[in-house]
């Protein structure tokens, strides 16, 4: 039954969006249509399928089957992206937002009067023709979809979650975010502190604090080139932040400078993705760098985390280690934002 709700409350966003581009969808204020469109055409043009939409929907933004096929691929990206989801969702407030979808869905009275059908606060036109009666059965499901799911669940009680463990999320200043990361003492096993926690200019809202730790320990040729680095963003807002997590995990930037591949984890924090990438023994290759490498990325209330892992090699580290580590980091993200 919850995956009903969430598949259509997914089916829901990508029509308000491919709305939104199409001009179908009007009632949003400039800015959330301009972020949002944005949002949906660099998500579109990442793959071949989704510029394959992006130009028909463009090309022809009245045809119902452009429309249609935008929405597909669209939903696609917002059921194998929960990240990308909850942006999406955060930015068109559907709590709030009063939407007009081109004579299908308005906002208006609470009686069946003439061609309305009302549901709540909801008003939809019935249409005239059999295939829009389909349409209209479809809009149905997901307006009653939304009103029984609820605001809260929908975008993750964005303004209060904090991992789901009935913390608050708010958001920290430039000193608490740099104490927010740990010290050598916080960390399970004998590190050494390759680059202590510093406020990083980035030219964003969010106060950008970098930290950088290498194992001591040693493997069985006798050393280890085992580092952690963590790079934390502290955000103004749940908002901002989980666009951050969307944008980075979907640019998949990495120390290695190599193509990630999902990797199966944990969710950690409120909303989590990890991937691997892997450093062979090239020509020009640093050989400290060889081996497996995890990118842990992770949204805890308004705090945006990046952790690169590795190399994972025999003796030394370990996925499991490595989950440890993030959980330390979302931890005291977590009790920064409490302790306000």
């Not at 916080?186 to 390759?194: A, I, P």
């Not at 952690?228 to 955000?235: E, F, H, K, P």
């Not at 409120?270 to 490498?293: C, F, L, N, R």
């Amino acid at each position: 039954m919850t995956q009903d709700v969430g598949a259509s409350v997914e089916t829901d966003l990508a029509a308000l969006a491919i709305g939104l581009l199409t001009g179908a969808v009007t009632g949003f204020g400039q800015e959330t249509a301009t972020v949002v469109v944005r949002l949906v055409r660099e998500r579109l043009a990442a793959t071949p399928q989704g510029q394959a939409a992006l130009a028909g929907v463009e090309a022809a933004p009245g045809d119902a089957d452009a429309r249609r096929e935008a929405e597909r691929v669209l939903r696609s990206e917002l059921g194998a992206d929960p990240g990308f989801r909850q942006t999406l969702a955060a930015r068109l407030n559907v709590s709030t937002a009063q939407t007009q979808m081109a004579n299908v869905v308005m906002v208006n009275g609470t009686k069946m009067r003439g061609n309305q059908i009302s549901l709540g606060p909801i008003t939809v036109n019935k249409p005239n023709t059999s295939a829009g009666l389909l349409g209209l059965a479809a809009t149905l499901v997901v307006v009653v979809a939304l009103l029984v799911y609820g605001v809260v669940q929908l975008v993750g009680d964005s303004q209060g979650s904090s991992g789901g463990k009935g913390g608050r999320a708010r958001a920290l200043s430039a000193v608490e975010a740099e104490r927010m990361l740990p010290g050598l003492s916080d960390l399970s096993g004998v590190w050494e502190t390759e680059q202590p926690a510093r406020l990083r200019e980035n030219g964003t809202k969010c106060h950008n604090v970098l930290a950088e730790y290498e194992s001591q320990e040693r493997d069985g040729s006798g050393f280890s080139d085992l580092e952690v680095r963590y790079d934390t963003y502290a955000c103004p807002d749940v908002a901002i932040a989980a666009q951050g997590l969307a944008e980075i995990t979907q640019n998949a930037t990495n120390p290695g400078g190599r193509r990630e591949r999902p990797f199966s984890s944990r969710t950690l924090g409120d909303q989590s993705a990890t991937s691997t990438y892997e450093v062979k023994d090239e020509e020009m290759a640093d050989p400290t760098q060889i081996g497996s490498h995890l990118m842990w990325r992770a949204r805890v209330g308004t705090v945006l985390i990046e952790m690169h892992y590795g190399p994972v090699r025999d003796g030394v580290g370990s996925e499991k280690q490595a989950e440890e580590m993030m959980r330390l980091m979302c931890d005291r993200a977590r009790q920064a934002q409490e302790r306000g």
